[in-house]
């Protein structure tokens, strides 16, 4: 039973640039939420995506923006890229019980680091 | 606003002594408690939960966990912890009915042979 799968592992950009990260959930889960992980700190959340749109949104800019696909793998992508933004970006996967409005424990895959210089 | 304190930064123990971390939040509603766990090089894993019923709740690898409503605490503890204890414990927190995890700032926990 694959566990929650993130690519790349490492990514370097520079300021300005564009960044796309993706995520595939465990099996049987259909909903993907997105943490930012600076450095020393705990897990902030970006969003969650569930049925393809945004369900919650965290305290991030809009330069922050994710998409989900049917197979409910989900992108997470990071427009104009600042020194600020470098982190490990966390993808966790939960299920969500038809007619409830939140998921299920959720389950962490083992993130992309991203460097901007 | 909402928040989670891990008031322990860093703690060093020796292999057998007895293990707790506090986890405190600040938040007056419906909570969902967690504890994750992050291995050197490993992801985060979730080591116990705590969603209703009996506030005493065991997780993997000997960890418990307390959920004491007046005190807004969920204190981890592990009776005699090993080497292979030593990583990056998380509390985390979310509000019933919500989607999103707030999280300490983590405690390492380093365990000397």
């Known amino acids: 039973d694959a566990g929650v799968t993130q690519s790349p592992t490492h990514l370097i950009k520079t300021r300005g640039q564009q960044v796309t990260l993706r995520c595939s959930p465990k099996?049987?889960?259909?909903?993907v939420s997105w943490y930012q992980q600076a450095l020393g700190q705990g897990p902030q959340f970006i969003f969650q995506?569930?049925?393809?749109?945004?369900?919650q949104r965290g305290n991030f800019p809009d330069r922050f923006s994710g998409h989900q696909f049917p197979n409910y793998s989900s992108e997470l992508n990071v427009n104009a890229l600042l020194l600020g933004d470098s982190a490990l970006y966390l993808c966790?996967?939960?299920?969500?019980?038809?007619?409830?409005?939140?998921?299920?424990?959720?389950?962490f895959g083992p993130g992309t680091r991203l460097t901007v210089l | 606003a909402q928040s989670v304190s891990q008031h322990n930064h860093h703690v060093i123990l020796s292999e057998a002594a007895s293990l707790e971390l506090g986890c405190n939040y600040s938040?007056?509603?419906?909570?969902?408690l967690f504890w994750y766990v992050q291995y050197p090089g490993q992801h985060l894993q979730l080591l116990l939960k705590?969603?209703?019923?009996?506030?005493l709740v065991k997780g993997i690898k000997g960890f418990e966990a307390e959920f004491i409503k007046s005190k807004f605490s969920f204190n981890l503890r592990k009776p005699s912890v090993q080497w292979s204890d030593t990583a990056e414990y998380f509390c985390?927190?979310?509000?019933?009915?919500?989607?999103?995890?707030?999280f300490g700032t983590g405690t390492r926990l380093t365990v000397i042979p």
């Open positions: 966790a996967s939960s299920f969500s019980a038809p007619g409830l409005v939140s998921s299920d424990t959720q389950y």
């Open positions: 099996s049987g889960h259909d909903t």
């Open positions: 995506y569930y049925e393809e749109e945004e369900r």
């Open positions: 938040y007056g509603g419906t909570v969902n």
């Open positions: 705590y969603f209703s019923g009996d506030p």
């Open positions: 985390a927190v979310m509000k019933t009915g919500a989607n999103n995890l707030f």
